[in-house]
């Protein structure tokens, strides 16, 4: 009785997740139960528009691994000519396109159109390796020939696919052409009934623009959307977003939504509470990046199936790096100027406290030494021939730190009125036409920016880069770098420079490499005299408030220092009290919410469109709060909020998740998406999922103690899971837990 009770309760989740994917489970057209084959009955039939079983399930008790009815759901799935097999115990769902490929867990079941979509793209199936690649594609207004390891690439791509690999990885230097590539391989994909609709990753917006523009060229006969967030009223082959919006998204597509997942810059935002996103799709995937990570948590060779563990290194499907590309002509050299001073070197002492080299802009402000930047930058330009100005990127620590930059610049540049530099961050109003004015235009010559610009920009006019910002992480490092790479014919670029105050080159060792130039190694300039042994009294009132420790025996009723957050907002970096900025933005929605129909709609509960999500989310970014979801997400310290959410939350209609709910949250979806990628059997996946319960209750990370706990003594404790995992796989598997899942959820 206890068992068939526990396959009742089996079959009640498996109604369930049928429904959320789409499925109206009382109608007999879509979806009957029971029905007979020869050799049995199957559990569930699932039926296309037309009332003809497209799938079958076959439902198992929650104790029982569903991969073990594999043989009897196959019979009956070859007996009813059935093409799909779906494979469940409720908490666990498999897919078998048994004639294929293999059967893969997945986190929903495939909706109709899905399934159908699927029974398509088989008919029209062509072998990729027969098909021959272009040599030329039109983009720009003209015709482009395909460059030699571009086409080496695809056809790499192609042999992945035919030998029945789903997961590729394409490191290609930034400025080779990454976009172009792998928009030319997604026709490819098209016309060879291998997808009918896909998903492309970015982390910004910006960069989505950017790509949807070169998708339209390239592939025009494939409509394409960007995502901004809201209901969609269309569908399109091709679907454009960032990792959060997507991320806030994910109810509303099933597993067999897309057929190809493609992530840019793959080295960045996948990993942690995103991975779930990659793992929710049953698709190809592919990643693109100039720059793979080697992290334990963060392993992008890992994400996209090309470790080799036995060597423990990455084999990338595809490999062109910035060497090579420079050796071959498609980009640019460069050389290095090393600016030393001794701030940047030795860090200053105030009140008693070192602060060191990293610590400048992040936590004390120096002008001095900002104006020093700005006037050596002259100085140093001033010397090199022709004498001209060149278009410079700089990278700044913070958007304070960037409008003090961008200040002395202009001061350095009197003749130029102002014009000289601009900042550039997510608070610019309208940054889109910011860079398109510092790309297009005369001036602004130097774009100073805060994270917008170390990624995705293509600008090949970009002659120098300004390293004002300390890193450590050799990823970002090649990103900066990878700013000033791309040639221009209309130049005659064949070089570029950097610029490094921070420190950087030298700590990555980095040495000037042009192989058709003369230059030898990095060169350093020291400016003397330039700064002050001591900070001004103006630059000690710009340190940020520092942590207030209360005395262990502080005495009652005595007045107790509350620490302030605050986040920077708008081209000046002004700090705002977080408090300050959350009372601000609920005034203005509740304000906004008597005209703005828009809110309106929003107050009533209805869902706004991508398009009206658009529209409403250039209304709030501007002056004088810069009201936009990256600000938005720092001030309520939810990372992974919605522009609609925040609405909500200031009309009182929703209330954000507490720090415990989005913990919970978090881990459950890393966790589901971490067992996607393995393959336990039913035994080890509940012993792995009385782990996460006990997670989740004690808030951090766990060790083979936790066996300990009551709730595993009534499984048998430690010896039965042993048993069932043996003593170095139950180590590696809590290891890689940890990692995966309880580390990255923080």
Not at 380 to 394: A, G
Not at 680 to 685: K, L, V
């Amino acid at each position: 009785m206890n068992l068939n009770q526990r396959e009742t309760d089996a079959r009640m989740i498996i109604d369930r997740k049928l429904r959320e994917a789409g499925w109206d489970i009382e109608d007999k057209n879509q979806v009957s139960t029971e029905d007979a084959a020869k050799s049995g009955r199957a559990d569930y039939f699932l039926k296309d528009g037309r009332g003809r079983a497209i799938a079958l399930i076959e439902a198992k008790r929650f104790s029982v691994d569903p991969v073990s009815a594999k043989q009897q759901a196959l019979t009956y799935a070859e007996e009813l000519n059935i093409d799909f097999i779906f494979l469940s115990n409720g908490e666990d769902i498999y897919f078998w396109d048994y004639k294929h490929r293999p059967e893969q867990k997945v986190i929903t079941f495939y909706g109709q159109r899905d399934l159908e979509k699927l029974q398509t793209l088989r008919l029209d199936r062509k072998i990729l390796t027969n098909i021959s690649v272009p040599e030329t594609y039109f983009k720009g207004g003209e015709n482009r020939n395909l460059r030699p390891y571009q086409k080496e690439a695809m056809q790499l791509m192609d042999k992945t696919i035919e030998g029945g690999l789903r997961r590729m990885l394409l490191v290609m230097a930034t400025g080779t052409g990454k976009t172009d590539t792998i928009a030319l391989y997604l026709k490819r994909l098209f016309e060879a009934g291998r997808a009918s609709r896909v998903l492309f990753l970015v982390d910004r917006i910006d960069l989505g623009i950017q790509t949807k523009e070169t998708f339209e060229e390239i592939l025009k006969d494939y409509p394409c959307k960007l995502l901004y967030g809201g209901r969609q009223r269309d569908e399109s082959s091709i679907v454009i977003s960032t990792l959060p919006t997507l991320y806030s998204q994910l109810g509303s597509f099933t597993s067999g939504y897309f057929d190809v997942v493609v992530s840019d810059e793959a080295h960045r935002s996948i990993f942690g509470i995103y991975n779930s996103v990659l793992s929710h799709f049953d698709a190809l995937r592919i990643g693109l990046t100039a720059t793979p990570s080697t992290f334990v948590d963060r392993n992008t060779y890992k994400m996209f199936g090309c470790w080799d563990e036995r060597e423990k290194r990455g084999k990338p499907t595809f490999v062109y790096g910035i060497k090579r590309a420079i050796q071959e002509g498609y980009l640019a050299g460069y050389d290095i100027v090393q600016i030393d001073t001794k701030l940047s070197l030795e860090g200053v002492q105030f009140e008693g406290e070192d602060f060191s080299p990293d610590d400048l802009e992040r936590r004390i402000n120096v002008p001095a030494r900002n104006e020093q930047v700005a006037k050596t930058f002259r100085e140093e330009e001033e010397k090199r021939e022709p004498k001209r100005n060149r278009k410079t990127i700089l990278f700044a620590v913070s958007k304070k730190h960037a409008a003090q930059l961008a200040y002395y610049l202009n001061q350095t540049y009197p003749e130029h009125k102002g014009r000289y530099a601009e900042v550039i961050t997510s608070d610019t109003e309208d940054p889109r036409a910011a860079i398109r004015r510092f790309k297009l235009e005369e001036m602004p010559m130097i774009a100073v920016s805060v994270g917008m610009l170390d990624t995705g920009i293509d600008a090949p006019m970009v002659e120098n880069l300004i390293l004002a910002r300390p890193t450590r992480s050799p990823i970002l490092y090649q990103q900066m770098r990878g700013r000033g790479s791309r040639l221009s014919t209309k130049l005659g670029k064949t070089s570029f420079r950097m610029y490094d105050f921070a420190g950087v080159t030298r700590y990555f060792n980095d040495e000037s490499f042009d192989p058709n130039a003369a230059y030898g190694k990095a060169t350093s300039v020291v400016p003397m005299g330039s700064e002050p042994d001591d900070l001004t009294e103006e630059e000690k009132r710009a340190i940020p408030p520092q942590f207030v420790q209360v005395p262990e025996a502080a005495p009652e009723n005595a007045d107790v220092v509350i620490q302030r957050a605050f986040i920077e907002v708008g081209a000046e970096g002004e700090r705002i009290d977080t408090d300050d900025y959350q009372a601000a933005w609920e005034g203005q929605i509740q304000t906004l919410a008597k005209t703005e129909p828009l809110i309106t709609k929003v107050q009533h509960g209805e869902e706004l469109t991508n398009d009206e999500t658009a529209h409403l989310s250039e209304q709030l970014n501007s002056p004088e709060f810069y009201f936009n979801e990256a600000n938005l997400r720092e001030a309520y310290r939810y990372p992974v909020g919605t522009l609609n959410e925040f609405i909500q939350a200031a009309l009182k209609t929703k209330e954000l998740p507490t720090e415990e709910q989005l913990y919970e949250q978090r881990v459950n979806e890393l966790f589901e998406s971490w067992l996607v990628e393995k393959n336990f059997d039913a035994d080890q996946i509940k012993i792995l999922r009385l782990v996460k319960a006990q997670c989740v209750a004690r808030g951090e990370p766990i060790d083979i103690s936790i066996f300990n706990e009551p709730i595993f003594k009534n499984i048998g404790g430690l010896n039965y899971a042993l048993k069932v995992f043996e003593e170095d796989m139950l180590q590696t598997t809590l290891s890689e837990l940890n990692q995966r899942v309880f580390v990255n959820v923080k």
